[in-house]
């Protein structure tokens, strides 16, 4: 199942990089701004998604999993939000792609789109962790059903903002879903025993 979610994660990522420049998906991206125009209480999701909340939400999850004794865990959520960070602006850096044309404040490149890749990585890392560690595994598909609806809509608040275009939010919710999907993989196949 996990190698399922990592390769349609890395394919979606791929999709995106690949054709975002293509006349049809050009003609997609823009006749997202006007589906989305009625959604704009989702512009209070952009909060949640910002780096400051994540990093944030890193170190108490960390501080969390140390207090529980999980240190392999906790080194995974560091490696895995602390290399997100890095990769999604080499990323940017590498494809240089413009953001749309509209006034929303923002400045750098677009694709990929960070509250997309930040938001999928840290709330379904912390979801995995409540359930492996924290022990709320009678509750698990409530717990990812929230951390990924959750990731959607911040990811989506930035499409409604008009600092992203949609493939830019496609590419950085199936990066960040391989990312993560690796990285639980990494830390069930890593981890010596229960005690890690």
């Known amino acids: 199942m996990l190698q399922l979610g990592i390769f349609l994660g890395i394919t979606?990522?791929?999709?995106?990089?690949?054709?975002?420049?293509?006349?049809?998906?050009?003609?997609?991206?823009?006749?997202?701004?006007?589906?989305l125009e009625p959604f704009q209480w989702l512009i209070w999701f952009?909060?949640?998604?910002?780096?400051?909340?994540?990093?944030?939400?890193?170190?108490l999850l960390i501080i969390y999993l140390l207090k529980k004794r999980k240190m392999f865990a906790s080194i995974t959520v560091f490696m895995t939000v602390g290399g997100a960070l890095i990769l999604t602006e080499w990323i940017k850096a590498v494809v240089k792609r413009d953001r749309p044309p509209f006034e929303h404040g923002q400045n750098g490149f677009s694709f990929i789109s960070g509250h997309a890749m930040y938001a999928i990585i840290f709330y379904l890392l912390t979801c995995y962790m409540m359930v492996e560690v924290g022990?709320?595994?009678?509750?698990?598909y409530y717990i990812y059903a929230i951390g990924i609806i959750l990731s959607i809509l911040i990811g989506i608040s930035r499409v409604v903002e008009k600092a992203h275009y949609f493939t830019d939010f496609l590419g950085g919710f199936g990066l960040g879903l391989a990312v993560t999907l690796l990285a639980i993989h990494g830390y069930r196949k890593t981890k010596v025993n229960s005690s890690l």
């Open 12 to 35: 979606l990522f791929v999709f995106c990089l690949l054709h975002y420049k293509t006349d049809w998906v050009m003609e997609l991206d823009n006749q997202m701004f006007p589906i």
């Open 46 to 59: 952009d909060y949640l998604g910002r780096g400051a909340i994540i990093s944030t939400g890193a170190i």
């Open 135 to 140: 022990g709320y595994k009678r509750h698990k």
